[in-house]
C-alpha cells in the first residue's frame, strides 16, 4: 500500500517557504501509486503539488496532498526534423530543457529556467522570451482523481491562454497529470532571439552569426538568473502577477502622463503592459512590508524575507492589486495559486 504521512511540513516543499502543514500527504511516483491511492479512497479534497513554485499556502492543507514525482524521458517517434518525445510529469521543468537541449532538440530554450515541474506546464501554460508550451504542446495523459479513469487531452482539449488552460477552470483540481508528449525540432531550428533582452544578452556573450539553440538557453539563464532571486537564498515564486492586457484607449490615457510606458500591441487590439513596470510606478519595488515585500530587482517578483506567513503575502498582493487599480485603472490578476 502507498504510504500516506498526517501533519506533513510543507515547509521543504514550496519555493515561498512557508510552514504549513498537509494534513495527508504522499509522494506518486508512478500510475501504479496513484491507482493504489485512489483505491483506498483518501480524505477528499485531493489536491497536486508539483514543484511548488507556483504557489502561495495562507493555511494548513486539509484533505490529502499529493506530490507528482512520476519521472521518465522517451523518445516516441523521430521524423527528419521533428522528434516527438514524452516526458513524465514528475519530471523538473527546467533539467528537460536542458536535457533537450543537449540532445540538439529545439524548442524549448527560451523556456530555461522557469521553475516547476513538467505536470505543472500545461496546467499554467508556462511561458517566456516569446515562446509558450502550446507551441510545442502534442498532448497528455491524466487520470482522473475521482474515477481513476485515464484520459488523454490533445492541444483542442486543453483551451490554453495567457497563463491559462482548462485545468485551471472547469478541470480545475480534477485531473493528475502524467506525461506530456511535446513536438521538437532537429537540426533546423527556428531560433526565437528578438523578445526582451535576449539579443543583447548574446551579444554581450560574444556570440555572432545565427545562435544556437544552446546559447539562446544559456542567455535566458543568464537574464533570469539576473532578474529573479534563487528561492534556495530568499522565498519567492517568481513572477507573482500576469502582465495584463488592456485596451488601446486605456493604454493612450496612461501614455498621456507616462509617455515612455512600456506596451506592445496584440493581435486582439489590446495592449499588454508589463505588471512589473505598473508596480514599480506605485513604489512598491524594493519595499519591504513586515516579513514580505517586493524584490529590489523586479518588482513583479514578491518575497519572503524569512518568517512570512501565506496570509502576510496574499495581503501584500491585495495591496498592490488596489494601487495599481487606484493609480492607472488597471486590474492585476496574480499568475500564482493562492491555496
Known amino acids: 500500500m502507498i504510504s500516506i504521512s498526517k501533519n506533513s511540513s510543507l515547509r521543504p516543499f514550496n ?37 511548488g ?36 510529469g514528475g519530471e523538473n521543468w527546467h533539467e528537460t530543457v536542458r536535457w533537450a537541449v ?48 485515464s484520459k488523454t487531452f490533445w492541444k483542442k482539449d486543453c ?8 485545468f485551471k477552470t472547469t478541470l480545475k483540481g480534477r485531473y493528475f497529470i502524467t506525461d506530456l508528449v511535446l513536438s521538437l525540432t532537429r537540426h533546423r531550428h527556428a ?11 548574446l551579444e554581450a556573450m560574444q556570440v555572432t552569426g545565427t545562435p544556437s ?20 537564498l530568499i522565498g519567492n515564486c ?11 484607449d486605456l493604454y493612450a490615457s496612461i501614455l498621456q502622463q507616462h509617455p515612455a510606458a512600456p506596451g506592445y500591441p496584440l493581435a486582439n487590439g489590446k495592449v499588454k503592459i508589463p505588471a512589473g513596470w505598473l508596480i514599480e510606478q506605485c513604489g512598491w519595488k524594493g519595499k519591504r512590508v513586515g516579513n514580505t515585500g517586493s524584490y529590489e530587482k523586479q518588482a513583479l517578483v514578491l518575497v519572503n524575507h524569512g518568517g512570512a506567513t501565506g496570509a502576510e503575502v496574499a495581503q501584500l498582493a491585495k495591496d498592490i492589486i488596489q494601487s495599481v487599480k487606484t493609480r492607472f485603472g488597471v486590474d492585476l490578476e496574480a499568475e500564482v495559486n493562492i491555496w
Open 238 to 248: 517568481g513572477s507573482f502577477f500576469k502582465n495584463p492586457e488592456i485596451s488601446s
Open 102 to 149: 543537449e540532445h540538439g532538440y529545439g524548442g524549448l530554450e527560451n523556456l530555461s529556467l522557469i521553475p516547476g515541474t513538467v505536470g505543472a506546464a500545461p496546467v499554467q501554460n508556462i511561458g517566456a522570451y516569446g515562446v509558450e508550451l502550446k507551441d510545442v504542446f502534442v498532448r497528455l495523459t491524466a487520470i482522473d482523481l475521482q474515477t481513476g479513469q
Open 15 to 51: 519555493t515561498f517557504g512557508l510552514d504549513v502543514n498537509a494534513a495527508h500527504f504522499c509522494i506518486i511516483r508512478s500510475k501504479t501509486d496513484l491507482a493504489q491511492l485512489i483505491r483506498q479512497s483518501p480524505p477528499q479534497p485531493i489536491r497536486i503539488l508539483g514543484g
Open 213 to 232: 539553440i544552446d546559447q539562446i538557453s544559456k542567455a535566458v539563464i543568464a537574464i533570469r538568473s539576473s532578474k529573479l532571486p534563487d528561492p534556495k
Open 191 to 201: 531560433i526565437n532571439s528578438s523578445y526582451g533582452d535576449i539579443s543583447k544578452t
Open 53 to 88: 513554485s507556483n504557489i502561495v499556502f495562507v493555511k494548513d492543507v486539509e484533505g490529502t496532498l499529493v506530490k507528482n514525482e512520476i519521472k521518465g524521458k522517451e523518445i516516441l517517434q523521430t521524423w527528419s526534423n521533428k522528434v516527438h518525445v514524452k516526458i513524465g
Open 159 to 166: 483551451s490554453f491562454g495567457y497563463r491559462d488552460s482548462v
